[in-house]
């Protein structure tokens, strides 16, 4: 009987160790608070909720994710220069993969540079890039691939 208040006296938690948990509940409330509150108020930010992987959201799910960024962002101009996007006025560099056989759709504002088959070389108003992506005969619409210098020459 001794040997057992002992025992449960040695597990009881002492003033400083009652004191240091209380805080910490505190702190992990208001931690939890803060997240929850986050999110709610956060939100879409007015964007589809509905992601198809890779931060694109179901509206278009055939545009490259950091160009729906672009299309989404406040600051347009800065977002494509943190981004490596090449922007004229209103207009960003893309590439167009299209169906086997298909055209380019009409009324999206969209300038030629090259077509190389199926892929269209273009430049292309930002606000038309998820517009031109919902079409069927679009497969995708991608920022071009950038060449790598891959060392020097001898």
């Not at 004191?19 to 509150?37: C, E, P, Q, W």
């Not at 198809?52 to 545009?63: D, F, I, K, N, Q």
């Amino acid at each position: 009987m001794v040997i057992d208040r002992v025992m449960a006296h040695a597990h009881a938690p002492t003033g400083l160790q009652r004191l240091h948990r209380s805080r910490s509940n505190r702190v992990g409330a208001r931690v939890l608070s803060l997240t929850a509150a986050l999110t709610l108020s956060c939100g879409s930010l007015g964007a589809p909720t509905t992601d198809t992987g890779g931060g694109r959201p179901s509206v278009c799910p055939r545009l490259d994710s950091r160009l729906y960024q672009l299309s989404q962002a406040n600051d347009k101009e800065l977002f494509a220069k943190n981004s490596g996007f090449e922007l004229r006025s209103t207009r960003v560099h893309v590439l167009i993969e299209l169906r086997e056989g298909a055209q380019l759709p009409a009324g999206h504002d969209v300038v030629i540079d090259a077509r190389f088959g199926r892929l269209v070389d273009a430049w292309m108003p930002i606000a038309e890039l998820c517009g031109l992506a919902q079409d069927a005969d679009v497969i995708s619409v991608r920022p071009p691939d950038r060449l790598q210098p891959q060392g020097t020459a001898p």
